[in-house]
């Protein structure tokens, strides 16, 4: 399972609040809240819920809440190395308000990584694209 493509997290499991830790099927999950402090006015997280698949050291999935370049709130995952913005929150969003969102994407993205496993090395589709059907192998023609 490939990890998240931020290392930020390891500091933050260090240094940051644990607030809670819980399982979600086979993934293990710790919740940080990363206080906004002159040491550390650069980090760009409020919020986040690390996901570790079963036996994994790394997070394979990240719900944050984190602020961006032009500093307004946004809500965003990562997923191996893909990183999504998801939209903006509003600067008052508590933890229960994040955590009830971040829950309802888990699953989404808990399914995502299960599909990634069981894919067994093939590239995955493009959400939004197929994959181009196989051409039926050409016929001989019968003489006679």
């Known amino acids: 399972m490939e990890a998240i493509g ?18 979600v099927g086979d993934f293990r999950a710790i919740a940080l809240r990363i206080p906004q402090t002159e040491g550390n006015a650069l980090s760009q997280h409020r919020f986040r819920i690390l996901l570790f ?11 944050n809440l984190e602020t ?24 008052a969003l508590s933890y229960a308000d994040f955590r009830t969102w971040a829950l309802g994407r888990v699953q989404m993205a808990v399914t995502h990584t299960a599909e990634q496993r069981s894919d067994r090395g093939r590239p995955l589709a493009v959400p939004g694209k ?15």
């Open 130 to 144: 197929t994959r181009r059907p196989r051409r039926p192998a050409p016929q001989k023609r019968s003489q006679g």
């Open 6 to 23: 931020d290392f930020s997290w390891v500091k933050q499991v260090l240094t940051a609040e644990v607030i809670e830790r819980f399982q």
């Open 68 to 91: 961006s370049i032009l500093g307004s709130l946004c809500l965003t995952e990562q997923v191996g190395r893909e990183h999504r913005n998801l939209g903006t929150a509003d600067d």
């Open 53 to 63: 698949h079963a036996g994994d050291a790394k997070p394979s999935v990240a719900l």
